[in-house]
């Protein structure tokens, strides 16, 4: 699993950029972020001056899922950081995940609507735990990379 950080881009509803920490992170469809694009073309009536009768509209990225932790002090600041993670649906972050030694960013990712956060009681364990805490907030994320090379 992954440690993950999602910062969030500021937009004109929106003047925040708040930044969350997860404990970890992990992505049962696919294993990983799907950052390559599928384009979309449209064929031309006639060859243009590249001699191609093919123009790429746009390059179209699959949705991806992504399951993070968080640890919350107790179960009212997982309820208030649960309702923060469902806030975020239709906004665009910045996506950082560390896997060991290796740190790989993902600029401007699309947080799609559907964000299912579930505060759970009980006092987590594992590698960056803090030991003060008494719940963690279980949210599942439907991301879409939005650009090349992100």
């Known amino acids: 699993m992954a440690l993950a950080t999602l910062s969030l881009l500021p937009d004109t509803r929106h003047g925040d950029s708040p930044r969350y ?21 449209e064929e031309l009536s006639s060859a243009g001056v590249d001699y191609l009768r093919w123009r790429t509209l746009r390059a179209d990225y699959p949705a991806w899922t992504m399951i993070t932790w968080a640890e919350a002090l107790d ?24 896997w060991g030694t290796r740190q790989v960013s993902y600029r401007r990712v699309h947080i ?36 090349i090379g992100s």
Request: proline share 7%; hydrophobic share 40%; glycine share 12%.
């Open 21 to 41: 920490e997860f404990l970890a992170a992990q992505f049962p469809d696919t294993g990983m972020p799907i950052d390559v694009g599928v384009d979309t073309e």
């Open 75 to 98: 179960i009212e600041a997982a309820r208030l950081l649960a309702r923060k993670h469902w806030g975020t649906a239709g906004r665009l972050a910045n996506l950082t995940l560390t």
């Open 112 to 147: 799609s609507p559907g964000v299912i956060a579930q505060p759970r009681p009980g006092t987590p364990a594992g590698v960056g735990v803090s030991g003060a805490s008494t719940a963690t907030v279980q949210t599942t994320w439907i991301l879409r990379c939005t650009e």
